[in-house]
């Protein structure tokens, strides 16, 4: 008698458990749309995190210059700021022996202009060569080492003038050869129109594309002169 009873309690028992599932499995495929967003959403911020610090090579500063002046724009403005103007927030005390101390932030505005600067100086040291960083390692001022990198890279009024000469004496004698190949033959002509640019002799675009079809190797010049008549006979 009393099983019957427990059958239709079980039966009840299934139903509500059926239902409670059918609920959870809703939730579930509810709950897991943000996540896939979210998930789409990842492959962008890796590729904001991936870009290079620009590495001061030789005889390349000005360039460099410029590319660091973007590249920490970019990352923060605020550690530009402090290499452009210093740290305004930084107080110095001079004590009975002469010696010049920092001392150590105290308000929320010290802490955030000295942690900028320490990033500033960390990037800095960072994007100059092995061979040069002994020379820089023992500076704490961030506008300092940038004014001391200038110095010791960028040249004087003569040695600029020199270098746009070179400049302009290796754009009149670019070519291209067959082993190097035409990507690395167009990169490296665009390097050199950006290291003229930054010396104060930019070539017209005109005189760029007439000089690097000049520097092609014969077989390539002479298959982009076909292609270009069939383009202009159809």
């Given at each position: 008698m009393s ?8 039966q009840h ?6 239902s ?8 579930g ?11 789409q ?17 030789k ?9 660091m ?7 923060d403005?605020?550690v ?7 740290n ?31 990033k ?21 001022d ?6 001391a990198?200038r ?5 004087n009024?003569?040695s600029?003038k ?8 290796q754009?009149?004698a ?7 190949g035409?990507?690395k ?8 129109l950006?290291?003229?640019?930054a010396?104060?002799?930019e070539v017209?675009?005109e005189?760029?594309?007439?000089k ?14 076909i ?8």
């Open positions: 099983q019957p009873a427990n059958d239709d309690y079980s028992l299934s139903d509500d458990e059926a409670y599932h059918e609920d959870a499995s809703d939730n495929t509810a709950t897991n749309k943000p996540k896939q967003q979210q998930q959403l990842t492959p962008t911020t890796t590729t904001i995190s991936n870009i290079k610090l620009p590495i001061l090579k005889e390349e500063y000005d360039i460099w210059a410029m590319e002046e973007h590249y920490l724009e970019y990352i403005n605020d530009w700021k402090v290499i452009q103007n210093g305004s927030k930084k107080r110095i005390s001079t004590g009975k022996d002469g010696v010049v101390r920092i001392l150590p932030p105290v308000s929320a505005a010290e802490i955030h202009a000295v942690e900028k600067e320490r500033a100086r960390t990037i800095l040291l960072m994007a100059i060569p092995k061979e040069h960083l002994r020379r820089f390692h023992g500076m704490d961030a506008k300092e080492i940038w004014e990198i110095t010791r890279f960028g040249g009024a003569n600029k020199m270098q746009k000469a070179v400049l302009k004496q754009f009149e670019f070519s291209i050869s067959s082993s190097e035409l990507e033959g167009y990169d490296r002509f665009q390097q050199l950006s290291q003229l640019e010396h104060g002799a017209s675009t005189d760029a594309n007439h690097f079809l000049r520097s092609l190797p014969p077989a390539v010049f002479k298959s982009w002169s292609t270009m008549k069939t383009k202009t006979i159809i």
